[in-house]
């Protein structure tokens, strides 16, 4: 049966009411799915919309109206609005992907390429859970986008097997790279932790694209990673990374010149079930995982996800990586800078904001522009005076002040 060429206003007539329904997201938002959701309003009833939502660059809310609702894991400014409609839980990607597979979703709104000579239209910058997803769900309507750059690596999905698509060209969501001077110099002290032939995983922001352009000396280097931004683009092109399609991704956010890279022979982009997959990971040798963080506390906990103003993430995929590398032996590294305005970002034990992210069992380095925090082996004395070593200097005093008080009480208990 052959793909149904969709006009606008016709969602309703294709989509059926209620149920789970995933959608693309990341740099794959579609405005023109979006408005068809909302054009559609009360006809699509009781549904419930989800993705992988990015702050800061996604900012749709998948409103049908008041019986409508958002199932997201990290929590959106937009999406916050929305509440009630909108259930933000906060869960790693090996437990998203098992709650698509226990909640199947009954339809999907993504958007994905031109298809090729063979019919193949490819999912392009945003791989992740659709590509892993879709054959066991049994509604697929399509945004085909002339924009959406082919990436090698996952084949796609056939025109033949999609329900029914719409066609308009739309730029991808793009977000701002580039560095300062802070970055650059977490930069400069991680890369000579990193080895000849190792394979790194990094997150977005100025921190991975810093490190990232410090390797490029580097030779014989491998990436596996949910998620990329420019800075790999540089690095595939540097001549540091082994042969052959040795970028391995999910998902690239970026800029137009990265989105328009991505079908450089060293990458390859892969389903979560690749890009997340504990064994996979716990086999790949010498994993360094380099993730940031909003604090670090003087036991060596990671705070990700909250701040003073709330919450602002969810744990994403960076715990994932870090249990995927202690099983293999590899190393992991939280890099942030010291301070948030006049704020320290090394705060005293039990003091983060939010949740735990990573626990001190997940962490082996923690780097900020003072230095490294080798935490490996150390006991409660030694690893809170490695991180008040790299706080910023007006914050040491307080932070030494603060674990001592606090030993002192926990023996007087």
Not at 11 to 33: H, Y
Not at 108 to 131: N, V
Not at 252 to 257: D, K, Q, R, T, Y
Request: hydrophobic letters at 40%.
């Amino acid at each position: 049966m052959s793909a149904r060429h969709l006009r606008p206003g016709d969602l309703s007539g294709a989509l059926p009411p209620g149920g789970l329904t995933l959608v693309s997201s990341s740099p794959a938002e579609s405005d023109l799915l979006a408005a068809e959701v909302t054009a559609a309003g009360p006809a699509l009833g009781a549904m419930t919309f989800s993705g992988i939502f990015v702050p800061g660059l996604n900012k749709a809310t998948w409103n049908a109206g008041p019986d409508s609702r958002v199932l997201t894991f990290f929590q959106t400014p937009e999406l916050l609005k929305e509440c009630p409609r909108s259930d933000f839980r906060p869960l790693c990607y090996q437990d998203i992907l098992r709650l698509y597979r226990r909640q199947k979703p009954a339809a999907a709104l993504f958007m994905c390429s031109p298809p090729d000579a063979k019919g193949m239209c490819s999912f392009g910058a945003e791989t992740g859970f659709i590509a892993a997803l879709w054959p066991d769900i049994p509604v697929r309507i399509a945004h085909i986008n002339a924009a959406m750059q082919r990436t090698p690596g996952d084949p796609g999905i056939p025109l033949s097997a999609i329900t029914a698509f719409y066609e308009g060209e739309q730029p991808l969501r793009t977000m701002a790279g580039g560095t300062d001077a802070v970055s650059e110099a977490i930069a400069v002290a991680i890369a000579p932790l990193i080895p000849d032939g190792a394979t790194l995983q990094t997150g977005l922001g100025k921190i991975p694209d810093a490190v990232l352009r410090a390797l490029s000396g580097h030779r014989n280097l491998r990436l596996h990673s949910g998620l990329i931004g420019d800075g790999a683009l540089e690095l595939v092109r540097s001549g540091a990374m082994a042969p052959g399609p040795s970028a391995l991704a999910g998902v690239a956010i970026g800029s137009p010149e990265l989105y328009a890279g991505l079908d450089h022979e060293h990458f390859q982009f892969r389903p979560v079930t690749v890009t997340h997959d504990p064994a996979i990971l716990a086999g790949i040798d010498c994993l360094v995982t380099i993730n940031s963080a909003m604090e670090v506390d003087l036991y060596g906990q990671v705070h990700a996800e909250a701040s003073s103003r709330g919450f602002m993430s969810g744990p994403g995929g960076a715990g994932d990586y870090a249990r995927g590398a202690r099983a293999g032996g590899g190393l992991r590294i939280i890099a942030l800078p010291s301070t948030a305005g006049s704020t320290s970002r090394i705060v005293p034990a039990g003091q983060g904001h939010g949740p735990v992210s990573l626990s001190r069992f997940d962490v082996d380095l923690v780097v900020t522009e003072h230095g490294v925090a080798d935490l490996r082996d150390l006991g409660h004395e030694a690893r809170a005076q490695a991180l008040i070593t790299i706080a910023a200097p007006a914050h040491r005093e307080e932070l030494a002040r603060s674990w001592r008080d606090g030993m002192h009480a926990l023996q007087e208990r």
